[in-house]
């Protein structure tokens, strides 16, 4: 992991200097002329799915903390304030089923799963693959797991650079709202949330351009109209984005590209705003000013640091009541604690014990019930491990079970606790 990129140092997960240097190219810098400064600009990870089966067939369409005794409160819908969600990596899985049973067992009653346009719809407008998302959403079926869908990823022919791997917005947006309208059509009621994109405040996210919230929300205006078309129930969230205080041409703060959501008009085009709620080193109680001051938790980077915590979200909502819009919930769509043990990870800083993993993470959700009802939604944890993952992975360390499906600590404190 390079610590020499552009102008500022950037931890993140996949952000090699290998991998960096096309985006930096494309944003107009380069590696070998970056200068190092003294602070640590902090991008979490989202891992991607395996590729979906080759045996899909094409279906044409037309073109330390307190004990709280409080229970989550009923919202209208299908959702509580807090409610309990796990992300999941079941596309193309032999252990689907087992996954969802630990989802099921746990206690969540949302899963997180990734449904990749370029899976779906791989090789040409209009022909789209529905057996592993028919499979999914069977399983889910069978035990009553709610999904908050995270829709994403462009398929080849959608761009005229055609980068791949890399993520990026479709060339004519149209053509994914086509999707959304057909997937939100084929899944309405069964579906009940919607992601739209994921980290758009990342270029690696946003086609290797620098991150842009105003062509964001033209993206998320088409998919909003498109869902609602099919599905008027369905609830769409806006993309969770990375916690960082990077602020270049290969990513924008969390705050920043917020503000500038609403200030191009958002509020009309989602039901709830998504967030992303990493607890770095900090107990789930500790507030963004407390971590501020502490170098412990804030990494040395002073105020800037307010962002290594879980309770950083209460930063997001704050955008939410400052722009008349209180009375929407807010989704943490990935929240959780590493516990990293590699001395050369960029993440072993601030790795906790297996124990603090499990104390904060049920933690969090106390703290929620108690102190953040009724403006707070589902609250996704990650993760259930994909049966892929290593001890190579950073993804591995994140997790609750392994990818055997045996269980961790952090897995039967949330079992075990009141919900």
């Known amino acids: 992991m390079s610590r020499r990129l552009s102008r500022r140092q950037v931890v993140g997960y996949g952000l090699t200097l290998a991998a960096i240097a096309p985006l930096l190219q494309a944003c107009g810098s380069s590696a070998s002329q970056s200068t190092p400064v003294a602070t640590n600009r902090v991008i979490i990870p989202t891992p991607t799915e395996v590729p979906p089966s080759p045996s899909a067939t094409l279906t044409p369409i037309p073109t330390s903390v307190p004990t709280v005794a409080a229970t989550a409160t009923p919202l209208p819908g299908t959702m509580t304030s807090p409610d309990y969600a796990v992300q999941v990596f079941l596309w193309g899985s032999a252990t689907a089923e087992r996954d969802l049973g630990l989802a099921k067992e746990a206690g969540f ?31 889910m079926s069978q035990l009553d797991l709610k999904l908050v869908a995270r829709v994403d990823n462009q398929p080849v022919w959608a761009r005229k650079d055609k980068i791949f791997p890399t993520d990026g917005p479709p ?14 059509s084929r899944y309405k009621g069964r579906i ?11 270029a690696r996210e946003w086609g290797n351009a620098p991150p842009n919230p105003e062509q964001y929300i033209a993206l998320l205006k088409a998919g909003y109209e498109a869902i609602k078309a099919a599905d008027p129930d369905a609830t769409v969230i806006t993309a969770g984005l990375a916690p960082t205080t990077e602020s270049s041409a290969i990513a924008m703060p969390d705050v920043t590209f917020v503000k500038e959501m609403y200030k191009a008009g958002a509020s009309k085009y989602f039901d709830m705003l998504g967030a992303h709620g990493a607890g770095f080193k900090a107990p789930p109680d500790l507030s963004p000013d407390q971590v501020a001051k502490d170098p412990q938790y804030n990494h040395s980077e002073g105020a800037n640091g307010r962002i290594y915590c879980f309770r950083h979200v209460e930063d997001i909502r704050q955008i939410m009541v400052d722009n008349g819009d209180a009375a929407k919930r807010l989704a943490i769509l990935e929240f959780g604690w590493t516990t990293d043990p590699r001395p050369s990870s960029p993440y072993h800083w601030y790795a906790v014990t297996d124990q603090q993993q499990a104390d904060y993470i049920v933690g969090a959700y106390q703290w929620a019930t108690a102190h953040w009802q009724p403006w707070i939604g589902v609250m996704s944890l990650i993760y259930i491990a994909a049966p892929y993952w290593t001890q190579n992975d950073e993804e591995y360390y994140w997790s609750i079970t392994n990818p055997d499906g045996t269980v961790r600590p952090a897995y039967r404190a949330i079992a075990a606790a009141k919900k």
């Open 171 to 184: 060339d004519n947006i149209q053509d994914f709202a086509d999707f959304l309208h057909a997937l939100a």
């Open 192 to 202: 009940q949330a919607y992601e739209i994109w994921n980290e758009p405040n990342l």
């Open 109 to 139: 009653r949302w899963v997180k799963q990734s449904i990749e346009w370029r899976y779906v719809e791989p090789h040409v407008k209009g022909t789209l693959e529905f057996n592993e998302p028919d499979r999914l959403l069977g399983l």
